[in-house]
């Protein structure tokens, strides 16, 4: 069979993500200068996309842009005080007529059915409201923040009503008071807020400023080590900055995966939710990729796994059922379903050694660290159980494992029992490893 083209071949490998997607929960977080950029609908378009796949949404707008417009004409400007806006009355006008102008927008364009339009044919319900309450936040070192707030709670009964409706919650950065008042509130602050009290399945940053952070960023972070990233890179943008310590501390309560995103990339949006490896930055709680035993489930991916390498003559070949009479032996590393790597341990306990054998990575993710991953895990597995060395048999990776520690040994060297297996038409190189 031929290679299918390249669209055939991606929605092939977005078909997984599209049905784990559906009736999931996302918040989605984009600031005024995505309303303002002349590629926005294309965004919405995206967005529309999602909805359409039978994702529940919240969108989070910020109007900074808008905000800072408006004051111009009244010849003012928005003044931060330790990174930290202080909203006057003045300001607080220019933020509402900003907010509501914004709103009016993103819903104009969420309701275009032109025919021709990626929006053809489409009726999504938008609906926005009271849900956020707020507070102020206050005097801080003498300071006072005006009608700066904070988020006090999401109503999050109501924004489950609208999800439940089919409609698509929007989110202004404003909040609301019991005694009435208006508070100007940080979009990453309600967006973190709303994915929480929902319990969101994602939670997603589209920013304007990660492309210069981007350098400093990993793909995968773990929440508990987004304070010392912050820290060791001071040259972070306050916005990815904020962004990641809303991530890291939704994550902590809860909320299973955040995503950092680049807005102005084309598509990145699509791209991070529909392929496997994603184009901008995940935080998660626990490792995104773990290493686990393998399972009897398992058996057809290993398969699928060191075929190739079987065929090359690289391996030799295992049979179903030997593979699943033998599956405790493996641990795998999987990343959305997919195998990336695998490896097994066979022990030898009357020598004290074991067998390093099925070392495999997925030839999408090599030079990724997985072997290494892999090698160290089996190699404290080892040393838990007393074995003092490590041995593999190999016919053309030779390099790597000496470049590991590996030393060549002869036939001699390994256990009695496994000398008596030994493939002499294979000719495999021997390789020791003391633990």
Not at 227 to 233: E, G, K, P, R
Request: charged share 20%.
């Amino acid at each position: 069979m031929s290679e299918p083209d390249p669209f055939v071949a991606w929605m092939r490998q977005a078909t997984p993500y599209i049905h784990a997607h559906r009736g999931c929960t996302f918040v989605i977080a984009f600031g005024g200068e995505a309303v303002a950029d002349a590629q926005f609908p294309s965004l919405v378009h995206d967005i529309a996309l999602l909805h359409g796949c039978g994702i529940r949404l919240v969108l989070v707008h910020g109007a900074r842009p808008q905000i800072e417009e408006r004051l111009a004409q009244h010849g003012a400007q928005l003044r931060y005080v330790n990174g930290l806006r202080v909203t006057d009355a003045t300001a607080l006008r220019c933020v509402k007529e900003a907010a509501g102008t914004v709103r009016v927008e993103i819903e104009a364009l969420l309701s275009l059915g032109l025919a021709n339009s990626p929006m053809a044919g489409v009726h999504i319900p938008v609906v926005s409201g009271n849900v956020v309450t707020a507070r102020p936040l206050g005097v801080i070192d003498g300071v006072d923040y005006g009608h700066t707030g904070a988020v006090r709670r999401v109503n999050q009964q109501m924004l489950r009503a609208l999800l439940d409706q089919g409609a698509v919650a929007l989110m202004p950065p404003l909040g609301y008071s019991p005694t009435g008042e208006v508070f100007n509130l940080s979009a990453a602050d309600v967006a973190r807020s709303a994915a929480v009290a929902l319990e969101a399945d994602k939670l997603i940053f589209l920013l304007e400023n990660v492309a210069a952070s981007a350098p400093q960023l990993s793909a995968q972070l773990l929440a508990r080590d987004v304070a010392a990233v912050i820290s060791a890179t001071p040259e972070l943008h306050p916005e990815v900055s904020a962004c990641l310590r809303a991530g890291a501390d939704a994550c902590q309560q809860g909320v299973r995966r955040v995503h950092l995103v680049a807005r102005q990339q084309p598509g990145a949006l699509l791209r991070e939710l529909f392929t496997r490896d994603g184009s901008g930055t995940l935080i998660s709680a626990a490792p995104y990729e773990p290493l686990r035993p393998a399972r009897i489930e398992d058996v057809t991916g290993i398969l699928e796994l060191l075929r190739p390498l079987e065929e090359r003559g690289v391996l030799v070949r295992r049979e179903r059922e030997r593979l699943e009479t033998e599956i405790e032996r493996f641990v795998l590393t999987e990343r959305d379903g997919l195998m990336t790597s695998c490896a097994a341990l066979y022990d030898y306990p009357a020598d004290s050694m074991a067998e390093l054998a099925c070392l495999v990575v997925h030839p999408d993710y090599r030079g990724s660290q997985r072997g290494e991953r892999l090698l160290e895990h089996l190699a404290q597995q080892a040393r838990a159980r007393n074995i003092k060395r490590l041995f593999v048999l190999t016919t053309q990776t030779a390099h790597w494992f000496q470049e590991r520690g590996f030393q060549a040994a002869g036939l001699e060297a390994l256990p009695m029992a496994k000398q008596a297996l030994y493939n002499f038409q294979r000719r495999s190189k021997v390789f020791i490893k003391t633990l």
